[in-house]
């Protein structure tokens, strides 16, 4: 099941990101590539980081499938998603809440503090919108207008403080994505976020 | 010959980063360090993803002094390179050839897929450029107006096909090289270009 | 007290990185984000290039929690931080003097040649603040208006000039950071600056 929704996260990713590229009238190659980074961005930089290479997407080939069929997806219907904006809201949502977990698990397998391990969870969710929005030369998103990157920070503390109690795995990793997921469709159901820090 | 031709494509774009970092009013190290990132920062990437590090400049320092060169010829020559702007788009092209190549050859030595190493090799050629562009606050170029990443795509395609039937490495080389230097020329000969995806 | 100046360098560019992004009207989290790369920023690409991973910050928490503290300051004071403008500036450029040291001393160690390792120190003491720019949509800084790296450069030369005269380690340390400090303090006390290379 988890590779299921791991499946739907990165394809809603890819999707997002050709959308977005889309609006900045880019070449069908730039579509893609702004797709790609945005759905495998996230877990680069943390396999980077962290050292595992070659990166995950080298050595699975079922990413790059993946995306090739979103970027597909979203050049074929291009007119027609804005009626699917909720469903792809949806897999968006549970992109996040999986590539959290998917990122919390490395840096566990990597014996890392779980303070940094959250700090992978994150990243690993964030990063390929961060990377998006700067290749379309914006103020990435996530700095600006929404509760996003601190759901993936609260999912992953409630994530360590379940592991505490002795639940079992599988239980956690739903409970924790469910959470993320669920705060994620609140938050932006109701429109709350964080405000600014001005500095006068 | 192979080596000479790499040695062309260092320095020619090497130039083209630093007469980018110079339009946009930079002083001497903004300049120095545009042309050092547009010139290796393809290879670099390629390098951090699939873990071959120390990166390759830090390990031979030619690149590093050719770097210097290129730098300091479009410094000293900057009020009449436009003179030459032919002569250095031919090199620049060569460098895309070139670059393709040795991408394609890292991740064939790293035992990865065949798509894998058209990413590899399209990432060599082509990231230099991105990175320049992004930092001088540009949408990356690549991403709107010219078919250049994806002629390199192309080349890596035909290189595959090639090896299969059993031609000599050689020939190999010299076909694909050739292959994409020559599109490229006609390509921006013909103003030919991929038609931007807009969603209206 | 090489330790306790990294200390204060560490939450110096963590404060710098928190009132950038407080000055583009962040949220909380983007403010913090842009703290943490600013800090650890170049240290981070420094030990990807060289393959230290998993990364430094990753394996030291003291960085997390100076960084925390750095934002923590940032965010309280934010309104009364331009009365010590002077004194972060102090601390930036104490921290510009040490991390050029230490990235020197990376480079020493992974046994790289002298011009990879001065690039190494500049690199590790200027990209957090080109991050940071790029984050904030903005051309970095270092390329535009300040005499920034190159000072990390030329402290780099004279640290390899000093080492082949035999003065003990320590000396070299506190001549090199204590001169990067002076030149910079001066450099932006008298408002000199590179000229910017102009192609017309």
């Given at each position: 099941?988890?590779?299921?929704?791991?499946?739907?996260?990165t394809?809603?990713?890819?999707?997002?990101?050709?959308?977005?590229?889309?609006?900045?009238?880019?070449?069908p190659?730039?579509?893609?590539?702004?797709?790609?980074?945005?759905?495998v961005?996230?877990?680069?930089?943390?396999?980077?980081?962290?050292?595992?290479?070659?990166?995950?997407?080298?050595?699975?080939?079922i990413?790059?499938?993946?995306?090739?069929?979103?970027?597909?997806?979203?050049?074929?219907?291009?007119k027609k998603?804005?009626?699917?904006?909720?469903?792809?809201?949806?897999?968006?949502?549970?992109?996040?809440?999986?590539?959290?977990?998917?990122?919390?698990?490395?840096?566990?397998?990597?014996?890392?503090?779980?303070?940094?391990?959250?700090?992978?969870?994150?990243?690993?969710?964030?990063f390929?919108?961060?990377?998006?929005?700067?290749?379309?030369?914006?103020?990435?998103?996530i700095?600006?207008?929404e509760?996003?990157?601190?759901?993936?920070?609260?999912?992953?503390?409630?994530?360590?403080?379940?592991?505490?109690?002795?639940?079992?795995?599988?239980?956690?990793?739903?409970?924790?994505?469910?959470?993320?997921?669920?705060?994620?469709l609140?938050?932006?159901?109701?429109?709350?976020?964080?405000?600014?820090?001005?500095?006068?």
């Open positions: 099941m988890f590779y299921i929704i791991e499946i739907l996260g394809i809603a990713f890819a999707i997002s990101g050709a959308l977005t590229a889309m609006s900045k009238k880019m070449d190659f730039g579509v893609f590539i702004i797709a790609f980074v945005t759905s961005g996230g877990g680069t930089l943390r396999d980077v980081l962290i050292g595992r290479t070659p990166v995950g997407w080298m050595q699975n080939l990413y790059v499938y993946l995306i090739c069929f979103g970027f597909l997806l979203a050049v074929v219907f291009r998603l804005d009626r699917f904006r909720r469903s792809l809201f949806l897999f968006d949502t549970i992109g996040l809440g999986v590539f959290t977990l998917i990122g919390l698990e490395k840096g566990i397998e990597t014996h890392l503090h779980p303070i940094i391990c959250i700090a992978l969870g994150t990243m690993t969710a964030c390929g919108g961060v990377v998006r929005d700067i290749l379309c030369n914006e103020i990435p998103v700095f600006r207008k509760i996003y990157a601190t759901i993936c920070i609260a999912g992953g503390i409630v994530f360590f403080l379940l592991r505490e109690t002795g639940i079992p795995k599988d239980w956690i990793y739903i409970i924790t994505s469910g959470l993320i997921i669920v705060v994620r609140t938050v932006v159901r109701y429109k709350l976020f964080l405000p600014p820090l001005e500095k006068n």
